[in-house]
């Protein structure tokens, strides 16, 4: 079946620093997402992504449809605080008409203060 | 928008028995998805509704679930009997429009099950 390989699996990093992390597949996506999870929620949709080659940014983040349309990474700037959680990236195709969602295994970001 | 609702937020039960879990999807969305989170396997779905009709359960991992959608705006997954095995987090999806390429899925917050 499909599988997204997320890397790094998690990071250290102090506040303010950038973070960077890509999603990998062998198989191709004509939408890419990326969510992030905080403690006891659901999912949340940062940024999604429907073009190969498409650079789109929200905020502090900025993510990238990879070309071969089996790839994209995610970059956080300046990191604070509240960006701490897990981050998931999903690749999306349609199935008898409707958008099924393939998951990382998703980036455990904590931050020190 | 209230956002997708699910119920109970946390359930605890014995193995054996019958657990139901609740979704009110977003009003005017058309499908319906179900999904596991457990440490070692991800975010795994479950079972997807369009229309409130079943279209994909091929990831319903036995006979023990089952999945509804009686109406549009509600469905129910069952565990039925339960098995420690099934504890997890469980969570419900749904996206507003099927067939369109910047269909977006939007989760709600979970239950989270502990079968002893």
């Known amino acids: 079946g499909q599988q997204l390989n997320q890397s790094p699996q998690s990071m250290f990093i102090q506040e303010g620093e950038d973070v960077s992390m890509n999603c990998t597949s062998s198989s191709i996506f004509n939408t890419w997402l990326w969510y992030k999870q905080d403690p006891g929620e659901g999912p949340v949709l940062l940024i999604a992504?429907?073009?190969?080659?498409e650079l789109t940014s929200n905020g502090r983040l900025t993510a990238q449809f990879g070309i071969t349309r089996k790839d994209s990474f995610l970059n956080i700037s300046a990191s604070i605080p509240s960006d701490v959680g897990i981050y998931f990236c999903a690749g999306q195709s349609e199935i008898q008409g409707a958008q099924k969602l393939v998951f990382g295994q998703g980036t455990r970001l904590t931050i020190n203060p | 928008d209230a956002g997708v609702i699910q119920s109970p937020r946390h359930e605890v039960t014995e193995m054996g028995q019958e657990v139901t879990l609740r979704c009110k999807p977003i009003?005017?969305?058309?499908?319906l998805f179900w999904y596991r989170q457990t440490m070692m396997r991800g975010l795994e779905l479950l079972i997807y509704f369009n229309n409130n009709v079943p279209i994909d359960d091929s990831g319903m991992p036995e006979d023990r679930f089952s999945a509804k959608m009686p109406n549009a705006s509600f469905s129910t997954l069952k565990i039925q009997p339960s098995e420690p095995r099934d504890s997890a987090v469980y969570f419900c999806a749904s996206s507003p429009r099927q067939g369109w390429v910047k269909n977006i899925q939007y989760f709600g917050a979970g239950t989270r099950l502990s079968v002893l």
């Open positions: 992504l429907y073009k190969a080659g």
């Open positions: 009003s005017g969305h058309n499908s």
